[in-house]
């Protein structure tokens, strides 16, 4: 499977953002879709998944401002992002697994990544 993120850029604080992972050679029925970002200095870390069958979930911390979708006619998933804050300034991923649902926030069980969009937010 093939994965292409897109979408980032640079917001303003309090701003909205949708970034976009496309598959190729694959389809997001057939794997859990992850999100991921990686600040500067810091762990990757787990933003929001869409399993094949269509559950959701998201960190935490991000819940009620991320949110995680599918376009299963796209091929794609998406990542809704309101209420920017400074801190949400990174590096996202998006990456795929086989492993199951309860393994989905660990980014050293996903077997494939796409290249990463940044995404930068401006205060």
């Known amino acids: 499977v093939q994965l292409q993120a897109s979408g980032g850029g640079l917001v303003q604080a309090g701003g909205s953002l949708r970034l976009s992972c496309a598959y190729s050679k694959g389809t997001v029925r057939q794997y859990t879709t992850g999100w991921f970002r990686q600040a500067p200095g810091k762990e990757r870390e787990f933003v929001a998944a869409a399993g094949w069958s269509g559950n959701t979930d998201s960190a935490d911390s991000m819940r009620g401002r991320f949110t995680i979708s599918r376009d299963t006619a796209k091929n794609t998933v998406y990542l809704q992002m309101n209420g920017v804050k400074s801190e949400d300034t990174a590096v996202y991923y998006c990456?795929?697994?086989?492993?199951?649902?309860?393994?989905?926030?660990?980014?050293?069980?996903?077997?494939?990544w796409g290249q990463g969009t940044l995404v930068t937010v401006s205060s």
């Open positions: 990456a795929a697994t086989r492993k199951i649902w309860g393994a989905r926030a660990r980014p050293d069980l996903y077997g494939y």
